[in-house]
């Protein structure tokens, strides 16, 4: 049973860089045609998918932060990895990993999530 687990840092300065990962057990990042989430939750605007990355190593990013997100593995520890730039406190919110499948898409397994607060 894949199980997902996320981890890093519950405060971020505003302006710094916020990084987490997602540590992945029960099945590989690598295994086609999986693809690993990051989506994030707030009571402003619920639940926002950010970005992916797929067990080819393709990254896909939603827009609106593109420019400011960047998602990486290590196909060696089963993990990835989430790093938002120029964090504001808009960015305060709960942030998940799940695995993805299909175009729907389908999200059968996530982890419980983290809280991070940008606050000075």
């Known amino acids: 049973q894949v199980q997902l687990r996320e981890s890093g840092p519950g405060l971020v300065k505003p302006s710094q860089t916020l990084s987490l990962i997602c540590t992945v057990s029960?099945?590989?990042?690598?295994?086609?045609?999986?693809?690993w989430s990051w989506i994030r939750q707030s009571p402003g605007k619920g639940l926002e998918w950010m970005g992916d990355?797929?067990?080819?190593?393709?990254?896909y990013y939603r827009p609106s932060l593109k420019s400011r997100t960047s998602i990486s593995r290590d196909t060696s520890k089963n993990q990835f990895a989430l790093q938002l730039s120029s964090v504001t406190p808009e960015d305060t919110a709960v942030y998940y990993c799940?695995?993805?499948?299909?175009?729907?898409?389908?999200?059968?397994?996530w982890g419980q999530g983290t809280q991070v607060t940008v606050s000075s």
């Open positions: 799940a695995q993805g499948y299909g175009l729907g898409p389908r999200y059968d397994y």
């Open positions: 029960g099945g590989s990042i690598t295994t086609a045609y999986y693809y």
């Open positions: 990355i797929a067990y080819s190593g393709s990254t």
